[in-house]
């Protein structure tokens, strides 16, 4: 089992800057990949990035340029940067991590407003 608890999310205006963090705790050995997805209101959830123990990232096409994620495998933690941030941006965003085994993680959900 893996337990995440993400941080960092806000109200902020469109243009501004957030970082997102999550921490994980338990069967961190199982872990491959971390990832951050996010939901906005009446719509599915959906990947933003996610970075490989490698080091190796994919970023949505809707995020490249303005968000990075970034990991410390030695903390357990991936974070995410998100810069020139814009309305439709606003969604709770979920940590996700990805084990050896197949089975998914997922973090209770932080809430990013953006506002006009």
């Known amino acids: 089992q893996v337990q995440l608890v993400e941080s960092g999310g806000s109200l902020v205006q469109a243009g501004g800057s957030l970082r997102l963090s999550c921490a994980a705790s338990?069967?961190?050995?199982?872990?491959?990949?971390m990832g951050w997805y996010r939901q906005a209101p009446g719509k599915q959830r959906e990947l933003v990035a996610y970075?490989?123990?490698?080091?190796?990232?994919n970023y949505a096409n809707s995020v490249k340029g303005r968000f990075t994620i970034s990991r410390d495998n030695a903390k357990n933690t991936v974070s995410l940067q998100m810069n020139s941030l814009k309305p439709e941006d606003t969604a709770v965003y979920y940590c996700?991590?990805?084990?050896?085994?197949?089975?998914?993680?997922w973090g209770k959900g932080t809430l990013v407003t953006v506002s006009s």
């Open positions: 970075i490989a123990r490698s080091g190796s990232t």
């Open positions: 338990g069967s961190i050995s199982s872990i491959n990949t």
């Open positions: 996700m991590c990805g084990s050896y085994s197949g089975i998914n993680y």
